[in-house]
């Protein structure tokens, strides 16, 4: 099973105009053109494809590592039942 | 009050995506009007429409696509074409004096809709939460504008208009008054629309306003001014200008289409949707003083004729009534049977076709006048263009539900 970083690589190598070689954890969303706006965008999809939801209190992402750290805590809380629920499949 | 020239014209229409297709479609008389081909169009009584052939994919890349109504991108293409058409002085490398009075004038009447369609289909047609992050982004009436705002580094005034189907003739005309006050030096004005969603068409349907296919050639169901019309059919596209002060123009060299006069605008204040005569005759000649022009040195009309009975009769009164004896001498081009209705947008592209038919001297045809209406008894140019008159001024009109309407003067540009 790939990784959550292969994942996240995956939404936006395919949805973002980004450069394949810069996607390491350290990279900051900014420098690859993914601003405020685009990073609410980015976790729309990153529900989509985890099949998560997201919580309602904002959080703070600078990188691509904050990203998938971020995908990992809440892919714990839900297998620990405790998160904001998970996704209807869809139809 | 500077004169104000157009040096630039940009469109994406049923006609075509540059002003020489526009224009060899127009003077040829081809209906762009055919059976629309959507998902959905089972469910419209007459699925008719006038599109665009138009991808977006084609123009802008991923991450901005998704940020573009289909009405942002066809303003946003018809922009561009203008500014590259007219190959002004203006840099967004100017200073901020210079960008300040640089403006932007866009009518639409339903702006963002198919994406507020698409939001609405998630939410209550497939019952998710899941609505996409953008859709205020994409919905919103002042996103077209904005985005020309951003491509193009215009800072002055960014204005919308939306007074339904003369949006954009009342954005012309308003660009118009600041250049030719003196506020403004550029000015980027025109309208876009794409109201072509399962949402907006039944709307329309439901409004007892569009033409019912006609049973031999479904690309003749709009017949404006026909005693057959039916009602109006629903198109897409854009049409921006770029306007410039008319010395400033000439003296840099500049290609002038022509010339923006004046315009007027008025209310009916008097139904939501009927037509009134008095309105719309009122805006012809509030156009005619703010042009200093008398009804006498009119050559032609390009007429709003949508094809519904109501709006054809009334302005024909409309036009008895300013033009008196002469009414029936003046060429009267109803351009929509070809082009469809762009709602929001069609002032602007019927301004465009004004221009051209000014420039090149030529009355756009009437298409599928068959059947002459005694209450429509003006010279409609049945049929086929009319070649080799000797155009100077025209009107383009513009009249829309609630009343609000707009008429634009336009004046061909003498030879340098």
Redesign the interface.
Same mark, same amino acid.
């Given at each position: 099973m790939s990784t959550t970083h292969d994942r996240l690589c995956a939404i936006l190598l395919k949805?973002?105009?980004v450069d394949a070689a810069a996607l390491t954890p350290e990279v900051a969303l900014e420098s690859l !053109?993914i601003d405020s706006l !685009?990073t609410? $965008?980015l976790l729309?999809n990153v529900? $989509?494809v985890f099949r998560i939801k997201l919580p309602a209190e904002p959080v703070r992402l600078l990188t691509l590592g904050d990203v998938v750290r971020y995908i990992d805590s809440l892919l714990a809380l839900q297998d620990d039942g405790a998160a904001g629920g998970t996704?209807a499949p869809a139809? | 009050m500077r004169r104000v020239a157009v040096t630039g014209i940009g469109v994406v229409s049923p006609l075509g995506n540059s002003v020489a297709e526009v224009w060899a479609n127009a003077v040829a008389g081809r209906s762009a009007v055919h059976r629309l081909e959507a998902p959905f169009t089972g469910r419209l009584a007459a699925p008719l429409a006038a599109t665009a052939n138009f991808d977006g994919a084609a123009h802008f890349d991923g991450p901005r696509l998704r940020m573009l109504d289909r009405c942002s991108q066809f303003a946003l293409f018809a922009a561009n074409q203008a500014m590259k058409d007219a190959a002004s002085a203006f840099s967004v490398a100017g200073s901020d004096a210079d960008r300040e009075r640089a403006g932007i004038f866009i009518g639409t009447g339903m702006a963002g809709s198919i994406s507020m369609d698409d939001g609405y289909q998630t939410l209550y047609g497939a019952g998710s939460d899941r609505i996409k992050p953008y859709t205020i982004l994409l919905g919103m009436h002042n996103a077209a504008a904005a985005w020309i705002g951003i491509e193009h580094g215009f800072r002055g005034p960014n204005l919308t208009y939306s007074t339904a189907c003369s949006s954009a003739a009342v954005a012309i005309g308003e660009a118009w008054r600041r250049v030719a006050s003196g506020e403004l030096d550029i000015a980027i004005a025109g309208g876009s629309e794409a109201p072509l969603s399962c949402g907006s068409m039944k709307a329309w349907e439901a409004l007892h306003t569009l033409a019912t296919v006609d049973a031999n050639d479904a690309s003749a169901s709009c017949k404006p001014f026909a005693k057959n019309r039916s009602g109006m059919v629903l198109a897409e596209g854009a049409a921006c200008l770029v306007l410039e002060p008319w010395d400033e123009a000439r003296s840099r060299g500049a290609f002038v289409h022509g010339e923006l006069l004046g315009c007027g605008l008025s209310n009916d204040a008097s139904h939501i949707t009927q037509p009134s005569v008095a309105g719309q005759a009122a805006t012809m000649r509030a156009a005619l003083r703010a042009a200093g022009l008398d009804a006498a040195q009119i050559d032609a009309i390009n007429a709003h004729a949508t094809g519904t009975q109501a709006n054809d009769r009334a302005e024909t009164a409309a036009i008895k009534d300013v033009f008196g004896a002469r009414a029936g001498q003046i060429p009267i081009s109803a351009t929509k049977a070809m082009h469809g209705h762009l709602l929001g947008a069609a002032g602007a592209l019927e301004c465009v076709l004004t221009l051209l038919a000014l420039r090149h001297g030529v009355a756009l045809p009437t298409l599928h006048l068959d059947l002459a209406d005694a209450d429509c008894d003006l010279d409609c140019v049945p049929h086929q263009a009319r070649h080799g008159l000797a155009l100077r001024k025209m009107l383009s009109n513009s009249f829309a539900f609630g009343g609000s309407n707009a008429v634009l003067v336009l004046g061909a540009a003498p030879p340098t």
């Open positions: 949805d973002f105009k !053109g !685009g609410v $965008e729309w529900e $989509e996704l139809a | -």
